[in-house]
């Protein structure tokens, strides 16, 4: 953070700025310099402060309506469907938003691995970003319990005994974090007190994110690293907050496009029967967004290796700096990394499809393919090709090869030295 | 200064470890009841025990309780349905354990048990599945006429509560 010392104009305003320099901070975020050459992939961080500020606004209307007990929350939420004003759009922004939520930090992390986002000297801010992910999915399913429909109370069941999977104390932990003997009562509300709770632990870790992200600076399309503020940047304001501006338009409609005229196409229509713990539904699937990681659980035919290779399969995300040896952040100049990134979507997408199917036939054989390849890419696949690679050349400067029209490969730096 | 740097344990060490020691303790006495505060309570220890009565159920059919929020299936099996659980040999069994084991002696065609499945906690179907006993639709799960688990991914039998017959048509779960 190059910028130099701010001041402010008024009287009032140094007189404040001296004993807590809340102007110094604003200052320093509108003009904080960013590459000039970020596309609309780097606009959904802006859209995901916005979802999880929906979530939270929508949230504490919904819990002036909600009763967290096991007899009146189907019923409340029935309630604030029919007799609240506006409680339909509320909720059906509320649940989609969920959605929306994890579409666009999917497209933020996909992001983020094409471009190399998470390498030196960016790790923290990828480590702090999981931690995020992380605790969205604990928010998401917890609230998908809070409707006491079928599909919470049954998914709220397989979850919970995934914990039974741990030897020795599984079940007591499992009992513990129950508070009865079956998801329960004492479930329902310890559910929704920390549901209520988390996404104030994410606003907390959002901040240290952009706190960590603000001292490299961002990543950018070309993945080199670049002088602040130089002819590469612009400043934050108005040049990125017109485009995140412009990007969070557009998403707005596809998130109004799902809460007025398709609003339960995401859910599942189990979920508007009422919890009975006699009875489990045909077929329990999870909301669309957990998934891959379903699928991965389903394809070990053992219960603790499933639950591990599940958990595994996100944690091996926090060691990914460290996995991916190449020396060239960006996917643009690393011919061989691009195309397995995009074989690593098709194989998300595959394991999310067979996910939502019966774990039999085809379906089996695909989750256990998919399984092997995921793991595959990110011990195998990552560390071997960042040594073989020949990466293409990258070049000095962001406005080199804008302002001549196409690279000039004799002011490139060559890809074995260091960037 | 200089006697104390030769003593190789001065009493600023001993207050430090006696002040970290006491503080850990009284740390882990505040945070136990935090944690406590989460296991089942009074009330949901107090539903600990059902008593059914058994008198309306045919041989062949069964019947489904609740009971701690659990359903437990109370199965009447009939002669074939008996012989047929202990006809199967104990090496195919992945949690081997004799059908004689899973009932009451004299009451062999009592089968009493947590109608939760082993994998993860959902309700099997009775009367399904490859081996006539019990599937479940969660992951493909296959129980047997013993309530064992045959093929799929659960890794042990349903299990057996704790039960008695206070009489001829009257069992007591817990």
């Not at chain 2, 359903?71 to 202990?86: H, M």
Request: charged fraction near 15%; hydrophobic fraction near 45%; charge should be neutral.
């Amino acid at each position: 953070m190059s910028e130099q010392e701010y001041v402010p104009k008024s009287k009032a305003g140094k007189w404040f700025n001296d004993r807590l320099p809340l102007l110094s901070l604003a200052s320093h975020l509108t003009d904080y310099p960013t590459p000039k050459n970020l596309n609309y992939w780097w606009t959904f961080g802006g859209i995901l402060t916005f979802c999880l500020l929906t979530q939270i606004i929508t949230g504490i209307v919904l819990a002036m309506h909600y009763v967290a007990h096991a007899d009146l929350a189907f019923a409340s939420v029935e309630h604030i469907m029919r007799d609240v004003n506006y409680g339909w759009l509320i909720r059906y922004i509320h649940s989609n938003g969920a959605s929306m939520f994890f579409l666009a930090v999917y497209i933020h992390i996909f992001r983020s691995l094409f471009y190399g986002s998470y390498k030196s000297p960016r790790e923290i801010i990828w480590i702090i970003g999981l931690m995020i992910y992380l605790l969205m999915m604990a928010a998401a399913f917890m609230g998908y319990v809070l409707p006491w429909g079928q599909m919470s109370f049954w998914g709220a069941t397989v979850i919970t005994n995934l914990f039974s999977a741990i030897p020795l104390v599984g079940d007591s932990i499992t009992t513990w974090l129950w508070g009865a003997y079956s998801v329960d009562n004492p479930t329902l509300t310890r559910f929704f007190s920390l549901h209520y709770l988390i996404p104030f632990l994410i606003l907390g870790l959002v901040v240290l994110h952009i706190w960590a992200l603000h001292v490299p600076g961002n990543n950018n399309p070309v993945g080199i690293d670049i002088k602040k503020p130089s002819k590469d940047t612009v400043p934050f304001h108005p040049y990125i907050t017109i485009k995140d501006a412009f990007a969070l338009l557009l998403f707005m409609i596809i998130f109004a496009g799902f809460v007025f005229f398709a609003p339960n196409v995401l859910g599942h229509s189990d979920n508007y029967i009422q919890a009975n713990p006699m009875v489990t539904p045909a077929h329990i699937v999870p909301e669309w967004y957990l998934l891959p990681f379903y699928a991965i659980l389903r394809s070990v035919p053992d219960k603790l290796g499933g639950v591990i290779l599940m958990f595994g399969a996100i944690f091996i995300l926090f060691v990914l700096p460290w996995l991916d040896t190449s020396k060239v952040r960006s996917a643009v100049f690393r011919p061989i990394y691009r195309q397995f990134f995009w074989i690593l979507i098709v194989d998300v997408l595959v394991l999310g499809y067979v996910g939502a199917m019966p774990a039999e036939g085809i379906y089996l054989v695909l989750a256990r393919v998919g399984t092997v390849y995921y793991f595959l890419h990110f011990i195998v696949i990552l560390p071997v090709v960042g040594y073989l690679e020949k990466t293409e050349p990258v070049p000095l400067s962001i406005s080199d090869p804008v302002l001549t029209g196409s690279a000039d490969y004799s002011m490139a730096k060559k890809d074995n030295e260091k960037i | 200064m200089d006697k104390s740097e030769k003593k190789t344990t001065t009493r600023r060490d001993f207050l430090f470890t006696t002040s970290y020691t006491v503080g850990a303790v009284g740390l882990g006495a505040v945070i136990w009841p935090l944690i406590d505060q989460m296991n089942p309570d009074k009330a949901q220890k107090a539903l600990a025990t059902t008593e059914v009565d058994i008198s309306q159920i045919e041989p062949g059919k069964s019947i489904t309780v609740l009971w701690r929020g659990k359903p437990v299936f109370l199965k009447r099996r009939t002669q074939e349905e008996i012989l047929e659980a202990r006809s199967v040999s104990l090496n195919d069994l992945p949690h081997p354990e004799k059908d004689e084991e899973r009932v009451k002696s004299g009451k062999d065609e009592w089968l009493v048990m947590l109608g939760v499945c082993t994998h993860l906690g959902c309700v099997p179907l009775s009367n399904k599945g490859d081996y006539k006993g019990w599937f479940c639709p969660c992951h493909g799960s296959h129980y047997d006429l013993s309530g064992r688990i045959r093929k799929g991914p659960a890794p042990k039998n349903m299990e057996i509560p704790k039960y008695e017959f206070v009489d001829a048509n009257t069992i007591k779960i817990g």
